[in-house]
């Protein structure tokens, strides 16, 4: 009987345990939604090291070497502007935030998934307080994977990510207004300037979708922006009449 009860005092422990709201990313209890991240990690995370280094370039996302109060265009965006109008991001990709990139794409951290929902949900919210025409009407596109690389991960990371945006701002998420129509190698095996060659032609964008849209790019990382860019001037011929990037971290 003893040993019954003890074994019974076990697994509601265990239970308890388990039900307790945790950090996703260190793992400490905490008090609060189960998804959220403790204040530790917040801390660590990349929006106070974004706001450490002030406000980046609008057009590429890029940090100022020396930390500005406003959000100022670059010299490379100057001289060659984007094919979107702006770049929102939740921080740099460091950190905690990079840690749960990381997890969540490739080691099927699929709990980590809700706190990155949560930091582009912050991350576009933070971009319309700025400049309120972000949010007017605007259709969300995850930016795609291959057929076969999709059936390898087994989801898009692109369109997870935005779910909790789409449902608090209504904001519905188009992934039929583009697809990746070739094979590409992953972009993180190439040196900068190979990029652009490789993801060049990789898009088909849907007109009957897109004309006369607004459109918010949705992506986890951007580095150079080639796909981004790639995404963005293929939307644009086929009639969205302004794109937008809201990515997770800018790298």
Same mark, same amino acid.
């Given at each position: 009987?003893?040993?019954?009860?003890?074994?019974?005092?076990?697994?509601?422990?265990?239970?308890?345990?388990?039900?307790?709201?945790?950090?996703?990313?260190?793992?400490?209890?905490?008090?609060?939604?189960?998804?959220?991240?403790?204040?530790?990690?917040?801390?660590?995370?990349?929006?106070?090291?974004?706001?450490?280094?002030?406000?980046?370039?609008?057009?590429?996302?890029?940090?100022?070497?020396?930390?500005?109060?406003?959000?100022?265009?670059?010299?490379?965006?100057?001289?060659?502007?984007?094919?979107?109008?702006?770049?929102?991001?939740?921080?740099?990709?460091?950190?905690?935030?990079?840690?749960?990139?990381?997890?969540?794409?490739?080691?099927?951290?699929?709990?980590?998934?809700?706190?990155?929902?949560?930091?582009?949900?912050?991350?576009?919210?933070?971009?319309?307080?700025?400049?309120?025409?972000?949010?007017?009407?605007?259709?969300?596109?995850?930016?795609?994977?291959?057929?076969?690389?999709?059936?390898?991960?087994?989801?898009?990371?692109?369109?997870?990510?935005?779910?909790?945006?789409?449902?608090?701002?209504?904001?519905?998420?188009?992934?039929?207004?583009?697809?990746?129509?070739?094979?590409?190698?992953?972009?993180?095996? /190439?040196?900068?300037? $190979? *990029? =652009?060659?490789?993801?060049? #032609? !990789?898009?088909?964008?849907?007109?009957? @979708? &897109?004309?006369?849209?607004?459109?918010?790019?949705?992506?986890?990382?951007?580095?150079?922006?080639?796909? /981004?860019?790639?995404? $963005? *001037? =293929?939307?644009?011929?086929? #009639? !969205?009449?302004?794109?937008?990037?809201? @990515? &997770?971290?800018?790298?």
């Amino acid at each position: 009987m003893r040993e019954l009860l003890t074994r019974v005092a076990g697994a509601v422990l265990r239970t308890a345990l388990l039900a307790e709201a945790r950090c996703p990313c260190c793992g400490k209890v905490r008090a609060g939604g189960m998804a959220e991240l403790c204040a530790e990690c917040r801390e660590d995370g990349a929006a106070a090291e974004a706001e450490q280094r002030g406000e980046p370039c609008p057009g590429c996302g890029e940090y100022p070497p020396v930390p500005q109060d406003v959000s100022l265009l670059c010299g490379c965006c100057r001289e060659t502007p984007r094919p979107w109008g702006r770049v929102l991001a939740y921080g740099p990709y460091a950190g905690r935030l990079k840690q749960l990139i990381l997890g969540y794409k490739f080691e099927n951290r699929l709990d980590f998934g809700r706190s990155l929902q949560e930091c582009l949900l912050e991350a576009y919210e933070r971009g319309v307080a700025a400049c309120p025409e972000l949010g007017q009407g605007a259709v969300l596109v995850p930016v795609p994977l291959h057929p076969r690389r999709l059936l390898m991960r087994g989801f898009n990371q692109s369109r997870e990510i935005a779910r909790l945006l789409s449902a608090r701002h209504g904001l519905p998420i188009r992934q039929d207004a583009l697809s990746r129509v070739r094979r590409t190698t992953p972009q993180m095996r /190439l040196a900068r300037e $190979a *990029r =652009a060659e490789n993801i060049r #032609g !990789a898009f088909a964008a849907r007109s009957q @979708v &897109l004309e006369g849209q607004a459109v918010l790019l949705v992506d986890d990382i951007m580095t150079t922006g080639a796909t /981004l860019e790639e995404c $963005a *001037r =293929a939307m644009l011929a086929a #009639g !969205a009449k302004r794109v937008d990037v809201l @990515v &997770l971290a800018r790298a």
